[in-house]
């Protein structure tokens, strides 16, 4: 695929969706990190309902640790892996306390060192939280990025180098929501929905449906 092709695909999914976004409810840096973090192999839409009796109740680093992991887990219990979730987003708010001030870093280093932030979770935030042009690669875009040919890789990080490197720059800052959300409504595991697709005449996928 080449670059013509990468800025017709992205010109579309921007002027179709100009602001796109995360789907996680948040209003603040602290909430956002601690969405994503319980985001793991859950859905946004469970995580938004978990976190909407839980910010009224905690959404700070010193609010969330006074809960403890007994108490954080009656809010998050129905998330998948809450259990190790708790624990991890207890530490983090303890970290956060004792290293940063309460503030939620800025920077991949020092949010990588959180317990349960991997490059995907600090790669979210940095975009989201920060506006900074870093690419966090979900099962969504590793499937649209690979099928449709904009930047295909073998692996994650793969993925992730390549499309910091073939995104149009104009494009970057945005590109990781449009993949994620281009993934999870139109070009879907299962059945691609290459008939309703606004760019199926760019992409280079092989098999597509109708």
């Given amino acids: 695929m080449n670059k013509e092709k990468r800025t017709q695909i992205f010109t579309r999914l921007r002027d179709a969706n100009p602001n796109p976004t995360t789907e996680l409810n948040y209003s603040t840096p602290f909430e956002l990190l601690v969405a994503v973090i319980l985001s793991a192999q859950a859905t946004d839409v469970g995580v938004n309902k978990a976190t909407d009796k839980l910010y009224p109740v905690a959404n700070t680093p010193e609010a969330m640790l006074a809960l403890g992991v007994d ?7 129905t998330i998948g892996l809450f259990n190790a979730k708790a624990e991890n987003v207890i530490k983090t708010c303890q970290m956060l306390i004792d290293k940063h001030n309460s503030v939620v870093p800025d920077n991949r280093k020092d949010l990588e060192a959180l317990p349960g932030v991997g490059r995907k979770t600090a790669n979210v935030v940095l975009n989201t939280a920060f506006h900074q042009p870093a690419m966090a690669v979900d ?4 499937r649209v990025s690979n099928r449709t040919g904009i930047a295909p890789g073998k692996d994650v990080l793969e993925v992730e180098k390549r499309l910091v490197r073939l995104v149009p720059k104009e494009f970057l800052m945005d590109a990781h929501h449009w993949l994620i959300l281009h993934g999870r409504y139109v070009c879907k595991a299962r059945k691609p929905q290459c008939g309703s697709c606004i760019i199926e005449d760019l992409c280079e996928f092989k098999q597509k449906t109708s």
């Fill in 71 to 77: 108490g954080l887990k009656e809010y998050i219990k």
């Fill in 139 to 142: 099962t969504h875009i590793f």
